[in-house]
Every structure is written in structure tokens, then in C-alpha cells.
């Protein structure tokens, strides 16, 4: 237990992501805290975007989806994903105009929030309000991304994924790369 | 000659990406002949997207655009695209409903067409209509993704593209990896 301490708060100062006791994530700690993965635009692979042009929509904006590599193959494998993989859903606020392209048209500007779900398929943090229905749950926003600002799954991300309950809690529909090929 | 047609040949019945006479692409042959790249989806990065929801645009659909890895990193070390990167846009039907993060939603279907530019630092094909303006240029549709559809920069391409000859013709405002960081 020392140890761990320890390792935490080497981890916490380089500001670099907890390896969690049986290291199943590295974005999660010990106890089921969940860290925004750095450079995931560029390391992972992207799953599939949304354009939520609603205007009174809470999430307006550019939904940007991406995961492992290893996750992805994975799941093209076997149909489900692994136990650890990532899902990083970035918003970006929706800038609209007219282009050559069409108008109008819709692209990503600055960042928002970012969601991220970790499954895990052997229920490690029971009692844990983050971690339910087979995954871990984080929203991060842009003015503070070390905070997981979720603290229950069922009063802050349940709502939104139940139409997506026979496929993980995934929307499946719209990631070309999870269709059959 | 003979050995380059050879390879040609067996390329050809490998539906395999032609190599170039100075394999500056594995997408492009000797003549400038350009090649849907496979697996990009997977392979490349994620540079953007854009929602194209004009009722009467021929490009109304979900564009997203790839580029190789090692061509994202270079453009983050010098601002520009090296010779041989490959820009790949995808464009898929616009699927649009109400989702329980708004409505409307759009998101993408099956794909149409899918655009291909190679950059080409040193006039490789000269005479040759699809290599202008420092890039090769491509359009394949979704019924026959073997066969450029394009025959013609000027006629076929430059004009989306001019609002973005400041930026080596790349609309670069909708791909957060290549903003300064």
C-alpha cells in the first residue's frame, strides 16, 4: 500500500496518468479515477463524428470519437471491445458558415468537454458511483481537463446512452469502423 | 523498364498501390496514375471533419479527412504538408434525427465518394492535368473506387479549393492537430 502511495504521488507531480494496481488502464488509478488521455487525436484511431446543430441542445457543438488501435481490432475481431479500452468523445464548439462546399456547412472549433468511458469487464470498483453497466465514466471540460467532473454515472451520463444499451452503451450506428466489413 | 512493368503488372492483379518510379508515394505510379489508399480509416490519423447539411450542395454529406502519421508530424514541425503526404477525404451520406444529445443530430451513413490529394514538392507530372498547384489530385466514387473520376485539376477540383491557396489549397482551420499547439 506504501508503494502505491508513493507511485501515486510520483505520478500526480509529473502530472502523467496513474497505472492502476493491475495496470488493466493506464488512465486509471488504484481506485477508479479516471484521467483524460493525452494526445489521443493523434494516437488513436478515430471511430466517427456528430454534428449536434441543435440550438438548445446543452451539447451543440463537434463530437469527435476516438479509440486504440489495439481496441478497435479488437473489437473488429470479436464484436465487443476489450476489457481497458478507451473511449475519448471530444466536443468541440460548432462553427457554422458558408463554404465552397456548401452552406451551410458545419467544423470543429474550439475545445469543450471531453467524455471519456473505460470498460471494465470484471466490475473492479463496486460501490464506485463512476463505474456501471460494464465501463467507467469521466467528463472533462476545457477550463479544468485534470478534473473528472462527473461524480455519478447514473445522475450524469446514464440518460443519455440508454438507446444505446443493446450495443454496450456505445453508438455503434454511426463508427464505420465497428460495422461489418 | 521491363522489371518496372513487371511489377506493374503484378501490382495490378493485386489490387496493390502502384510504386512510384522514385517511390515518393505508394499511391501513385510512374505515369501519376493515383490510387485509393486502403484501410486509411485505420492506419491514418484523423485531421477533421465536416458537416456539409445543404439541402442542394452536391457535397452534402459527413466529410472526414486522414493524413499518414509521419505527414501530420512533419506539418507540426514545420508547417508544412512533406512531399508524398496524402490527404484523404471521406465523404458519406449525411444521416440526420433526433438523438438524445439533440436534435438534429447528423452523423454518417454509407460512403460516396472519396477525395485524394498526394503533395508533390518537385513537378513530377508535368503536362499532366491532375498534378497542379503541388499536388496530385483524385476523386473516386463509391460504385468504382478503382478508377479516378476526376480528369482535370482545373475543371475538377481548384475551385473548392480556392479560398484555401494561402494554405497550400488544405482548409486547415478544421483540423485542430495542425494549430499551433
Redesign the interface.
Known sequence: MKTKLVIAAIASTLAMPLLAADSFSPYVDGKGQINLPKNF??DF??L???????D??A??G???V?TE?KS?DHYRKTGVFPDGATLVKEI?KL?TGP??????????GE?AVWFVMIKDGKGRFPGNPLWEDGWGWAMYKADDPRKNAATSYKADCQ?????AAQTDRV?V??Y??LKKQ
Open positions: 487525436r493523434s484511431v478515430h466517427g463524428s456528430w454534428a449536434v446543430t441543435d438548445k441542445s451539447a451543440r463537434f463530437h469527435d476516438y488501435r478497435l468541440r462553427e463554404l465552397t462546399t456548401g452552406n451551410p456547412v458545419h467544423w470543429a475545445p440518460a443519455c446512452h440508454i438507446p453508438f450506428q454511426g464505420p469502423l
